[in-house]
Each structure stands twice: as C-alpha cells, then as structure tokens.
C-alpha cells in the first residue's frame, strides 16, 4: 500500500512527532515551517492531505496541490483556507469542532485575571525591586471574577466552557448568540457589552460578524470594563478600541488575537501598560495537539479506507 502523503504545515515537538509515529507504514508526513514557502510550493503538488494551522491557504495555493483530497483545518474557523475554490476542485475542507476548546476556554480566563488583576504591571514593578505596592488605585481597580459579570458573546464549545468555570468562580453570567436560544441569561449584544464587566468574544470571522465590536458598541460598555479576545482579531475594529483602552471606558484588554497576524512591530496595541498580549496561543497546548492529531489521522484513515469523513465544512 503506498503511504498517504500529508503535508503538516507547522513544526512539531516530540511529542506530537511521537503521535505520529506508528502510523508511519501508511502515513507519510512532511512537517513544513509556515514561514518556509520554498519547501511548501515544493511539497504542495505531491500532498493529498493538508494539515493546516493558521497561514493562509490561498486559491492559488489550492490550485497547485494537484493531488489534494482533503484540507483538514486543526482547529474550528476554516476562514483562513479557499473553501469556495477547494469545493470547485472537489477538495473536502474539514474542521475539529470543539477540540481545542479545553485549551482556549482555560486561555480565555487566564487573559481575564492577567488584565483584570494588572498582572503585567504587577510583575514588570516586581521584577524592577519594588516591595508592598505603592499605588493607591490598585486596591480600588482589581477585581474578582467572583464579583463580575462575564458577558461571553458566542455560545458555543468554548464560550460554554468559560461561562462554566466561571460560574464555578462565582461569577454571574450573560450570553448572546445570533438569536435567543430562550436561556435565562441570554441578552442582546447591546444590552449585554452594557451589563457586563468582563467581555469574552467566542465568535467565527464572518461577513456578519467583522468589525462586530466597533466604536459604538465598545462605547456602550461599563466604565473600566475588560474586553477579552480569543477568537478572531477582525472581529473587533483595533483603531476604535486603542482609543477605549486611553480614554475609556475600557480598563484593559486580554488579546490572543489580531487583525493582523503576527501582529506588526508598529502597532499601538503593543506600547499600552493596561493590555495582555499572547501570539494566538490560547489553544496551543500539548493536550489540543494530542485530540487535534488523533482527529486528523483519524480522518486520514477514513480517506484511506474509502469511508465518509469527518467534520467536513463543503
């Protein structure tokens, strides 16, 4: 039998490497660095399977795996490959729904207590020898989860997973979706960024929901409010919220995410003390990449055996 060529378009460690490993007799792998072009456009044409994390997968890029059969996204949002150009070459596109929600729900809530308890600034004055804090506002402007109300914008996996460790934290919670699924707690996105101290967006990039957190509504949010991003950069307009975190009414922001990727050298965002940062990493544990690896050889076996496959999105 001759081995499945995949193309994996990231580097593993060890561990993931071992995952793989004893599939070796009917997978063949080819690890390529995403900012390794060269040996991807030279892989590209000889891959059935494509792994893909986060660079783009283009149209073009699609039209030259000539041998393709499935794109298998690890991860949920497929908004980063050519799903309508993939369709017309008749190249399945198939995602992981829910498998790194663990990970991001657990991100998501570090990024809340990061922003909300000051954490950067706290270890940036330890590191530089200061004692007992001096700053009188610190006691008046950190907060508990436990005394918030935690606005999730989106209900699925992972948003279900932060409201319920929250909620275990003692927080009370609202949610809001693209209609009123009848829970006691759901609210319209302008009365929820109104009523909530802490806002978590655990929404896909979408026509629809593309600049959703724009100047207007980041306007209607509480006085020293947080806003927490670990979906997708675009969903928020940057430039409006700059300004929300230097004059209000945001108190700080924990983003994973950007509208632009990696995020430039020269944006605003990264000169603010009241912002966490991390390079769309909420999900990159080794736990994810486990679950995200037995569902992709899982549907590798099932491209090979003729069978249906799994979580496909076209």
């Known amino acids: 039998m001759t081995p499945i060529k995949v193309l994996a378009h990231f580097v593993p460690g060890d561990k993931a490497r071992a995952l793989i490993a004893p599939h070796a007799d009917w997978l063949d792998v080819r690890y390529v660095a995403e900012d ?17 994390v986060l660079r783009p997968l283009s149209g073009e890029d699609l039209e030259r795996a000539t041998r393709c059969r499935l794109v298998h996204k690890l991860g949920a949002g497929v908004n980063t490959i050519d799903v309508d150009t993939a369709t017309q070459r008749g190249i399945a596109v198939a995602n992981m729904p829910g498998a790194n929600a663990p990970s991001v729900a657990e991100g998501a809530v570090l990024l809340m207590l ?41 209900y699925g996996n992972i948003a ?23 829970h006691a707690g759901w609210r319209p996105l302008p009365e929820l960024l109104a009523a909530s101290d802490i806002v978590s967006l655990h929404l896909p990039l979408t026509d629809a929901t593309a600049g959703m ?24 307009d940057e430039d409006a919220l700059v300004d929300a975190l230097r004059a209000g009414p945001l108190a700080a ?39 995200y690896l037995e569902h992709a050889v899982d549907n590798c076996r099932r491209l090979r055996d003729g069978r249906e496959l799994a979580n496909v999105v076209n």
């Open 213 to 236: 957190l724009d100047r207007a509504a980041l306007a209607r949010m509480k006085p020293d409010a947080v806003l927490v991003n670990t979906s997708r950069g675009a969903v928020v």
């Open 253 to 291: 922001a924990g983003l994973d995410v950007f509208a632009v990727e990696p995020i430039p050298a020269g944006n605003p965002l990264l000169g603010l003390d009241n912002v966490v940062l991390t390079p769309h990493v909420t999900w990159y544990t080794a736990d994810t990449m486990r679950r």
């Open 160 to 182: 279900k997973r932060v409201e319920t460790i929250v909620t275990a934290m003692g927080a009370d919670v609202l949610h809001t979706s693209t209609r009123d699924d009848g």
């Open 36 to 52: 390794d072009d060269d040996t991807f456009y030279r892989e590209l044409p000889e891959a059935e399977v494509i792994w893909h």
């Open 114 to 154: 990061a922003a909300l308890r000051r954490l950067p600034a706290l270890d940036a004055a330890t590191r530089a020898g200061a004692g007992w804090p001096s700053d009188p506002t610190l006691g008046e402007t950190v907060r508990d989860i436990g005394s918030c109300t935690v606005g999730v914008v989106g």
